[in-house]
């Protein structure tokens, strides 16, 4: 799953995906995109941030590391 309209968050869209495993736990995933006027679009893909047992809890964490890598990298 994922979310349907991107969050913005520090000029970057957020968007947080999950994919189902075989065991029936989730893998937490992440794009972010980044438009800068002065340069080309930028797109950063994640996988397999972590692993949970639920798909709520594989979406809030992609959304969490996404804030945390965006307010470390700028």
């Known amino acids: 799953m994922q ?3 991107p969050r913005h ?3 970057y ?3 947080p995906s999950v994919h189902r ?3 029936g736990g989730y893998s937490s995933n992440l794009t972010l995109k980044r438009s800068d006027a002065r ?3 930028m797109c950063y893909e994640f996988y397999s941030l972590g692993y949970f047992t639920t798909e709520k809890e594989a979406l ?3 959304d969490r590391w996404a804030r945390e890598w965006i307010d470390t990298r700028g």
Request: proline share 11%; no cysteine; aromatic share 12%.
């Open 13 to 15: 869209a957020v968007r």
């Open 3 to 5: 979310i349907p309209v």
């Open 60 to 62: 809030g964490y992609s």
């Open 21 to 23: 495993l075989p065991d």
């Open 39 to 41: 340069s080309e679009r």
């Open 9 to 11: 968050y520090r000029g």
